[in-house]
Nanobody
Framework: QVQLVESGGGLVQAGGSLRLSCAASGDTICISKMGWYRQAPGKERELVATITSGDRIYYADSVKGRFTISRDNAKNTGYRQMNNLKPEATAVFYC?????????????WGQGTQVTVSA
């Protein structure tokens, strides 16, 4: 089973930056698509961006311009760079990846990482 491990969250002051990472562990992993989700306090989890193995990127209209995503296929790792953070960005961020690992397909979620932006 492919596992996704997220890192990079934490507490940051408004105007600060964070880079979240989502690393997939396992042998012979081929990630077709990686998605980033956000769950703000009291709200449902929502998809905000995806990136494919060919680096085609989709951003939800509600978040365009607020962050950028990228991936390093050699490291099986995705990144989410967030700059000029505002308190309303406080949320738990999740990554999700699907693809195959030398045969079996997988669809895995990261454990989530908390981002808190203080005023």
């Amino acid at each position: 089973q492919v596992q996704l491990v997220e890192s990079g969250g934490g507490l940051v002051q408004a105007g600060g930056s964070l880079r979240l990472s989502c690393a997939a562990s396992g042998d012979t992993i081929c990630i077709s698509k990686m998605g980033w989700y956000r769950q703000a306090p009291g709200k449902e989890r929502e998809l905000v961006a995806t990136i494919t193995s060919g680096d085609r990127i989709y951003y939800a209209d509600s978040v365009k311009g607020r962050f950028t995503i990228s991936r390093d296929n050699a490291k099986n790792t995705g990144y989410r760079q967030m700059n000029n953070l505002k308190p309303e960005a406080t949320a738990v961020f999740y990554c999700r990846a699907n693809g195959d690992s030398g045969g079996p397909e997988f669809d895995s979620w990261g454990q989530g990482t908390q981002v808190t932006v203080s005023a």
